[in-house]
């Protein structure tokens, strides 16, 4: 029999009372992995007000031990890494290589935590004025939220809590009700780790539970992360209640490919890019414009595609696994069929595969169009499956004004061997991530993540170090140094100036 996942309240797990629950499915084959609450308002109510108490201390606890605390986390994550994985490849389906990855790239994130005291370091000038000294601290905002998308169940959520944490706040957590074990399992670790209580809660549910954390008056800031109409309904609501809001949004990024590139690189990095993790990043690489003569290359691109195993979570040749839930795989299809009715080029359709060992496995087989345009839905709408669609262009001004024509602009790459094509498409294309020959740019955490235009609303000071800048507020101090006689008159040099 399947478990129900708790909430985690004050850091205790608590059944919810709820009547009405959802089920996180194995994607290989549609067994109830477990249950989850959509929780009650009375256990969204708790969970805030556990973290609004719990700041009271918190916000107090000096910084060094703040630090501390994610030293600790850090350890115990790196310990757990492969226990994590493999909760989190059973119920979201990739492979066990790309779990391991989604922990490890959240594990760099409390690595940048565990820094906190330089990170959050205030300014100082001297004699603004004659005895006057000028300067600045950083003060938390109080209780934080965060919503989380299914695609990265480790990383995503460790994007978040933790810098917020770190900056002296308090969190409510709203994980995707697709695969809230590994959440839930992280937030296990940090009580283990010796959190506080109640610095970290965490709620399950869907879309009335987000509406909830977006409307009451004592969440301060919402971080959420998932697609563009979520994002946009975010943004909008989340503002509209005056709070602070960083909503990363949805995607469709490009590689141009230039002649002069080399071929065998360009083709696995556009394969991996466009299909590993069944094309379930935001940054998965989903058009390939192809400028002039590296249209040529098309063959060769249709065979390489075809050799990529699909499998099981723990098979370790598989290169991508299933997708998310029988609802995802519907739409890709949807999208698949609609693509050859709209007149795109059907090169490989992996839409009817089935695997031999899981007949009803939410799989989808690397896909490959050609001749798509920009009109058409399959290139309008974000796909979210191995699907690589390739667009023809004469010319790299051709290319990257089709691009920039895309409401999206989260990441875009370029392949060339050319230094003046290179620094061309840096400065002029539209996106927040730019790659020269390397097809997914994703920074390390001492760097901004954040797309533009559609992909992300709000600020984007996102994750690591520049996460400060929104999980704080800062207070400035102007201060007049009296002499002990105040009657004097302070000393100054008269500056002459010719
Ligand atoms: P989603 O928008 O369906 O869900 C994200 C979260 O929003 C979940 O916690 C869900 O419960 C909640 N939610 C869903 N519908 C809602 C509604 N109507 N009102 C309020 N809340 C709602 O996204 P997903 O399918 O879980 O994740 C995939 C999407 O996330 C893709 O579009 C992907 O590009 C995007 N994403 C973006 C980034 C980035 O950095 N820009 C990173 C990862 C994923």
Redesign the pocket.
Known sequence: MSREIPNLINAKAVMSSSSEKGSVLNPLNQEVICTFPYSTDSEMDAAVASAEKAFETWKETPLPARARLFLRYQELLKKHQDEIAKILAEENGKTFADAQGDVWRGIEVVEHAANISSLIMGETVENVATKIDCYSHRHPIGVCAG??????PAM?PLWQFPMAIACGNTFVM?????DPQTPMRLAELFYEAGAPEGILNVVHG??DQ??YLLKDPRIKSISF????K?AR??YQTGCQNLKRVQA????KNHMIVLPDAHKEQVINNLVGASCGAAGQR?MAISVAVLVGESQNWIPEITEKIKTLTVGAWDNTKADLGPLVTPQAKDRVQALIQGGEAEGAKLLVDGSEFVHPDYPKGNFIGPTLFDEVHHEMKLYQE?I?GPVLLLVRKNSLDEAIEFINKNPFG?GASIFTRSGYAAREFQNRIEAGHVGINIPIPVPLPFFNFG?WKA??YGSSNSYGKPAVHFFTRIKTMTTRWFDEDSSAEAPHMTIHLK
Not at 147 to 152: G, Q
């Open positions: 919503i989380t998308p299914f695609n990265f995503i709203k994980p995707s009700e697709q869907g879309k987000v509406n992360v998932g697609s563009e979520v309904h975010v990363f949004s949805g995607a935001c974000e979210f989260n797309g992909s992300m």
